[in-house]
T-cell receptor, first 114, second 114 residues
Framework: DSGVTQTPKHLITATGQRVTLRCSPR?????VYWYQQSLDQGLQFLIQ???????AKGNILERFSAQQFPDLHSELNLSSLELGDSALYFC?????????????FGNGTRLTVT | DQQVKQNSPSLSVQEGRISILNCDYT??????FLWYKKYPAEGPTFLIS?????DKNEDGRFTVFLNKSAKHLSLHIVPSQPGDSAVYFC?????????????FGKGTSLLVTP
């Protein structure tokens, strides 16, 4: 158990809809990261937050947004969903904001857009 | 644009033998490399890392080798055990000052047979 909790585990929704994925980091971890794993793709970095502030941005679509709350949990909002958004979405956390802080991943949320 | 490449989607090794997983990268700015292991229905877990100032890092049965001139790294598992059967992801990062965006390969599925 990595200590990172993601909810829900599975989500099935229709095109055009909006969903919110939730992540609770390990106790004491200040950084939260979101990754997307589509079929046949590696983990694609979406965005990182550190102590409530956005720190790094990857190939995150404009239809996607995220935030980290004062209690350090994070939410990833996906809107105007398309079939291609179907993927596994992982949240990870780390203590700090440096290369010496390995990421600890949650078990992911599997999103299916029909 | 895949900056971290794992060209072997799968590898099968007999128990007790050496497993060698390979990874190539294209971005010469990468200076920190990691291997993650992933079991089905779980998130990736950190295995071992290496900084670009080293060419080898060892942790028990796991050793990572880095060849900067070839932009190549490899993970050696000796001796391989059935419990090592998992998907192994290579990851790299070069953004040490303003965030921590790991670039992942697509993974190599290792099967260790008894």
């Amino acid at each position: 158990d990595s200590g990172v909790t993601q909810t829900p585990k599975h989500l099935i929704t229709a095109t055009g809809q909006r969903v919110t994925l939730r992540c609770s980091p390990r106790s004491g971890d200040l950084s939260v990261y979101w990754y997307q794993q589509s079929l046949d793709q590696g983990l694609q970095f979406l965005i990182q937050y550190y102590n409530g502030e956005e720190r790094a941005k990857g190939n995150i679509l404009e239809r996607f947004s995220a935030q980290q709350f004062p209690d350090l949990h994070s939410e990833l909002n996906l809107s105007s969903l398309e079939l291609g958004d179907s993927a596994l979405y992982f949240c990870a956390s780390s203590v700090g904001n440096s290369l010496n802080s390995p990421l600890h991943f949650g078990n992911g949320t599997r999103l299916t857009v029909t | 644009d895949q900056q971290v490449k794992q060209n072997s989607p799968s590898l099968s090794v007999q128990e007790g033998r050496i497993s060698i997983l390979n990874c190539d990268y294209t971005n010469s700015m990468f200076d920190y490399f990691l291997w993650y292991k992933k079991y089905p229905a779980e998130g990736p877990t950190f295995l071992i890392s290496i900084s670009s100032i080293k060419d080898k890092n060892e942790d028990g049965r796991f050793t990572v080798f880095l060849n900067k001139s070839a932009k190549h790294l490899s993970l050696h598992i000796v001796p391989s055990q059935p419990g090592d059967s998992a998907v192994y992801f290579c990851a790299a990062s070069g953004n040490s000052n303003s965030g921590y965006a790991l670039n992942f390969g697509k993974g190599t599925s290792l099967l260790v047979t008894p």
